[in-house]
Structure formats: structure tokens, C-alpha cells
């Protein structure tokens, strides 16, 4: 991730308080509840996004700058007449969190369905797929048979390489055509947010794929499409598996323990994997930034050294996450095509 320095401005800024590079990173990476811009005079400038959140079937709707404004938030409930009281606490169970408070200081967590900055950076992603794609189609429609260019030509050959060398490698010519829909929109999907990750500037920078709820929800689709379009071979191979001696499989029934626990392990493993790449990618790149801040605090001199020694290998590791946004999207899509391969294979009689 080319590095964003909104978070070092304002540590900067706070010459009274020791820097902490280990908070200013996790902040960097985490979700948040507005868009954080630039800091100008010691003030910061972003956008407000919109708390949104369900407490005993009613929903509440405000401004995050009301929490900025102050740090409370109090409304009243039309119907009861309540009065309810929301906030962030900075530490705690419910830290960086909106939570109901309690007129006794507790706090109560409502059903939260804000928009975030990973869920705008989300809807913004994906309108400039749907664009994207879009302008392709135009493309074939005017240009018919005609080879393609431009845009066109590199979105073909993308397409192309998902179909050729993932998807029919991995599944069957007959059952290849019903998961290559789905192969091909996340591969784009996650190569493209990977991509978008790199770029400091609004609207793009957000953490998505570095965000596990984002990935657990790729690995759950690729989950119940495995599982839900699965051939009654695919289901003998976990309840009975051919050529394993009978006792692992009777009285203990060892072996389909062991195979249904992998039906599970295995999104695990591809929510976790896509998370831990892309994030320790950004997690580095905040390292190097933070040594500058670290070594100025001792020494201004060793500072201006390390800021150049800190940028060069930032822009280096920036460099490499470029082929790392593409490795993941391709390692996803293809872990995802095996998995479907083995879930529509047919028995072959010798």
C-alpha cells in the first residue's frame, strides 16, 4: 500500500505524547466511521460517513460528525419517548465501536450497519467494476468481430486466462461453464480492490481485502457453492472414502470426521490467507513510514537519513504488492476452482 501520512501528521502534531508506531498502524489498517483526508492546522479533514444502527427493532440514523462534534450522542426515541445516548469508547470491550450508553455508564453494542469506509470504498469499487465491464461490453457490441483493443483487449485476455488456465485445468469441460461466472467476478474482484489498495488518494486507499469480513464472505460463497452443487461422488469421497481400510471408518468413523472438518477448514484457510497477504503488505509499508517518526524523536539529522532510507523501501515494497495483488486474486480463484473440480468430478469405472 503506498503509504497514506494522515495518521503520522496528527502524531506529529501531539509533540507532548510519545509516538507509538504499534496504534498509529492498527488504526491505519482497521475500519473506521468516517473517511479521513488530510490534517491542515492541526485539524482534520474527511468526510462523515453515516452511523447506522438497530436497537429493539428500531433504527437510528445520525452523522458521524455528531460524535466528532461531541463526544456524545443523544436522541429520543419517538415512540417511548427514551432517551438514548450513543458514543465511541476509546478503550474496553467495545473500543472504536458505536455503543449505546447506559445511565450507569454501561455500555450496550445495537446492531450496526453503518456506513463505513471500507463499506463506501466497497460501493465504490464495485460501481467501477460494473463500469468497467460495461464499457468492455459496448466495446464487443461495437466493434463485433473485429479484434479487440485497449481496454477491451487486456479485460479479453484476463477473461480468457481465468477460462483456459484456472477454471479448465481444475473442473471438468462438462461442469466447467457453471462456476467459471463466479471464477471470473472474483478474480476481478479481488484483483482490482487489491490494486485500488495501492493508491493513497481518495476514493481509493481503503483496506478492503486486508478487512477479514470481506474475505470470509468470498470464502463462504466459494463454501456453499462447493457444497450445494456437489455430486453424489463428491459426498461419497467425504462419507466413504474409497480405498481406505475399513477401520477408519467403522465403529469410529475416523475418516469422514476428518474429510467434513476440511469442508470447513478450507474457506478458513482462503478467508485467512487473503487477509494476512494484503494486510501484512500495508503493515510493512507503515513500518518503514514509522521508523522516520521513530529515529526524528532521537535525532532530526537521523531522521532525514532514514527518510530516505524508509522511502526507497517503501516504494520497493510497494512495487512487490503490485504482483502480490495479482498473485492473491489468481491463488483465490484458483483454490476456489479445485475445490470445485473435486466437487463435480465423476466416477470413472476401470
Known sequence: MLFSTQNFVVAENKSD??????????????????????????????????????????IYSFSTKRLHDSATYVT?????????????????????KVVILGADGSQKRPLDISITKNVMALFISCTLIIVLFYLVMKAYQKR???????????????????????ARKAISEKCVDRYLPYL??????????????????????????????????????????????????????IFNTPGVPWFLKFPLPLMPIIETVGCFTKPFVLAVRLFANITAGHIVVLGFIS????????SMAGGVGMSVFSLILAI?????????????????????ALYFGMASKEHHKE
Open 291 to 298: 521508523s522516520i517518526f521513530i529515529v526524528a524523536k532521537i
Open 144 to 166: 463485433g468481430e473485429k479484434a479487440p483493443k485497449g481496454l477491451q483487449s487486456l479485460i479479453e485476455w484476463l477473461i480468457v486466462y481465468v477460462r483456459d488456465d484456472i
Open 17 to 58: 505524547e510519545e509516538f507509538k508506531a504499534g496504534e498509529v498502524i492498527i488504526e491505519h489498517v482497521l475500519d473506521s466511521y468516517d473517511w479521513h483526508l488530510f490534517t491542515w492546522k492541526g485539524h482534520h479533514v474527511g468526510i462523515n460517513l453515516p452511523i447506522i444502527v438497530i436497537n429493539e427493532g428500531r
Open 316 to 336: 520497493f515494497v510497494d512495487v512487490i504488492e503490485i504482483l502480490v495483488a495479482y498473485i492473491q486474486a489468481y491463488v483465490f480463484t484458483l483454490l476456489s
Open 184 to 237: 471470473v467476478t472474483v478474480f476481478f474482484f479481488i484483483f482490482i480492490n487489491n490494486l485500488l489498495g495501492l493508491i493513497p488518494i481518495f476514493p481509493f486507499g481503503a483496506n478492503i481485502t486486508g478487512n477479514i469480513a470481506v474475505t470470509a464472505v468470498l470464502a463462504l460463497f466459494t463454501f456453499f457453492i462447493t457444497n450445494l452443487l456437489g455430486n453424489k461422488e463428491y459426498y461419497k469421497d
Open 76 to 96: 429520543t426515541d419517538k415512540k417511548t419517548g427514551e432517551t438514548i445516548t450513543f458514543t465511541i469508547p476509546h478503550e474496553g470491550q467495545y473500543k472504536g
